[in-house]
């Protein structure tokens, strides 16, 4: 029988759209199968700032890659070359050297290429001056390695990617949970069954259903003990399945199970994500003030690095306190910088005193406890001038933990903090693949006609991550899992 599908790809999110979009550039009839609804379209990928980390030369070198409506302020712009080797470097370093060196090289070597290869598919980039930016002597400095985004962020990259799909002649099923994968007895993948009980069959599969974020009992099973109570920041509907699929039909697991992304986040925010606010919920501005935990105590040094290579890991931190939630703290010195979209949007949950012990009384904590933390850290500043867009090395000296960089007494009222907790946004472990894309078999060879990219592939990052690599991650092993999908499709074919 003529299998109606050349490549199915399950998950559609970017690393599925992108994935879809390379096997379709090859030539096969392809078909998306999206668990959730039109309404729920894009995954994670729909939550996200549409970040995106690539190697580049410099301001100059992205002319051709973002948007000319969007290149105004260039003349009073400073970007300095982000290279291979720095991208690589920061890989190899936040991930304490476990990154998987193969899938790292690609994922460098093509971040660049991938992001023309989107934009000629119709994606549209900014520079990220909202995030990645600050103002200095009249010119907009950029930081932390990270400088592109999609327009519109995740809902317009969404809106971008569906658009393209709808252009190409991908096929798109929404409400199409994917339970398990088709196998002919040699193990060979022959399509997938839905949970209606339909059979639809295809030379070749990619999985891009996400990581297991959104499945409390998986999380509290690999992450450990509370990861259950985590809040969800993307989409409910990541819960493992394509790991899980694909682990049953004898793919290899890989990369740091108990190992996930968790950023600070909303104390008052849903369970799962929440479609309006989306990456709103994101309290990333605490390298300019302190955090504290419930006991009024201070647990992480808050300046360690840009946010851009802390965020990641510091969900985990929040976690481990003895409630599960913590509190950042800000002067109205540090207000002005403060990203407007996370700190001032609709529904954030806050306190403001014109006295710490106001501020203790609201939250709950111990007052003096509070009061001697605040004391204790503002007269262990080494001061030197404060300078957002570097790490300026104001930092603290003879407390624990320390504060490395942008360390600026809190002394000027009103004091206003922002409780948040623990918010997961994807799970590090995952499946094995080759630089092809291919999912590894328990023997390491390929399990012939299955391929996959994007959150559900592990051994890329572990422990941490630097932002703006997991759209990064999923286009470029998405594209490559669709041309090896299309490419297995047309031997099957022969
Ligand atoms: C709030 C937030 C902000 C973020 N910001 C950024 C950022 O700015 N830059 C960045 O690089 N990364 C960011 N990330 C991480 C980023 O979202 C992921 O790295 C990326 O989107 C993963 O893409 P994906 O295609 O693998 O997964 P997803 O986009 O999550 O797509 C997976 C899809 O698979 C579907 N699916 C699941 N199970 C099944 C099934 N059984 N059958 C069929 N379909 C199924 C899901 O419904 C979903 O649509 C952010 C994440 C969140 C939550």
Redesign the pocket.
Same mark, same amino acid.
């Not at 891009?208 to 990581?211: A, K, M």
């Not at 969800?232 to 989409?235: A, D, I, L, N, P």
């Not at 932002?467 to 999923?474: F, I, Q």
């Given at each position: 029988m003529t299998a109606p599908w050349d490549v199915i790809v399950? $998950?559609?999110? #970017? /690393?599925?759209?992108?994935a879809a979009q390379s096997a379709r550039q090859e030539g096969a009839r392809v078909l998306v199968?999206?668990? /959730?609804p039109r309404q729920? +379209? %894009?995954? #994670?990928?729909?939550?996200? +700032?549409? +970040? !995106?980390?690539a190697s580049h030369g410099g301001l100059a070198d992205l002319k051709d890659l973002v948007d000319p409506d969007a290149q105004g302020r260039f003349p009073f712009t400073d970007l300095a070359p982000y290279t291979d080797d720095d991208f690589l470097d920061d890989m190899v370093r936040v991930t304490r050297g476990r990154t998987d060196a193969d899938l790292a090289r690609v994922l460098v070597g093509e971040s660049r290429a991938t992001m023309d290869w989107l934009r000629d598919l119709g994606l549209r980039f900014e520079l990220m001056y909202h995030r990645q930016a600050y103002e200095a002597d009249g010119r907009q400095r950029f930081w932390g390695g990270l400088a592109v %985004?999609v327009v519109g &962020?995740?809902k317009g990259m969404v809106e971008q990617h569906l658009a393209a799909a709808e252009r190409t002649g991908v096929q798109m099923r929404f409400d199409?949970?994917?339970?398990r994968l088709a196998t002919a007895s040699d193990g060979t993948v022959q399509g997938v069954v839905l +949970?209606c009980g339909d059979v639809l069959e295809s030379r070749a599969v990619v999985l891009?259903?996400? &990581?297991f974020?959104a499945n409390p009992q998986m999380r509290a099973a690999h992450l450990g003990p509370g990861w259950d109570l985590a809040l969800?920041? &993307?989409?409910p509907?990541?819960?493992?399945?394509?790991i899980r !699929?694909a682990l049953d039909a004898g793919a290899q697991p890989h990369g740091h199970w108990s190992g996930c992304?968790a950023?600070a986040w909303d104390a008052g925010a849903r369970p799962t $994500?929440d479609r309006e606010l989306? #990456?709103q919920?994101?309290r990333g501005g605490y390298p300019f003030g302190i955090v504290v935990n419930t006991d009024g105590r201070r647990f992480i040094d808050e300046g360690a690095d840009f946010r851009n290579y802390t965020y990641a890991k510091y969900g985990a931190e929040i976690l481990r306190q003895p409630t599960g939630t913590a509190v950042q703290i800000f002067d109205a010195k540090a207000a002005p910088l403060l990203r407007p979209e996370e700190y001032a949007s609709k529904d954030v949950t806050s306190v403001t005193s014109d006295t710490v012990r106001g501020l203790a009384r609201e939250l709950g904590i111990d007052e003096d406890r509070l009061v001697s933390t605040i004391e204790e850290f503002n007269a262990a500043i080494i001061d030197s001038p404060f300078d957002p867009t570097v790490k300026d090395g104001s930092r603290t000296e003879g407390i624990e933990p320390p504060k490395s960089n942008w360390a600026q007494p809190l002394d000027t009222p009103p004091y206003t903090a922002y409780p948040v907790t623990c918010?997961i946004?994807?799970t590090f472990g995952g499946l094995r693949i080759d630089p092809d894309a291919h999912v590894l078999g328990t023997c390491g060879l390929p399990v012939p006609g299955l391929h996959a /990219?994007?959150?559900?592939?592990g051994g890329l990052f572990y422990f941490n991550y630097p932002? &703006?690599?997991?759209?990064? /991650?999923?286009s470029v092993f998405?594209r490559r899992a669709g041309r090896s999908a299309a490419a297995a499709a047309a031997g099957r074919a022969r």
């Open positions: 399950v $998950g559609g999110g #970017n /690393a599925g759209l992108c199968l999206e668990k /959730a729920w +379209a %894009g995954g #994670n990928s729909y939550f996200t +700032a549409g +970040a !995106m980390r %985004g &962020g995740g199409s949970p994917v339970t +949970a891009t259903t996400g &990581g974020e969800v920041r &993307g989409t509907h990541n819960t493992g399945d394509g !699929m992304h950023v $994500g989306t #990456n919920l994101t918010g946004t994807f /990219a994007g959150e559900l592939v932002g &703006g690599s997991g759209l990064t /991650a999923g998405g």
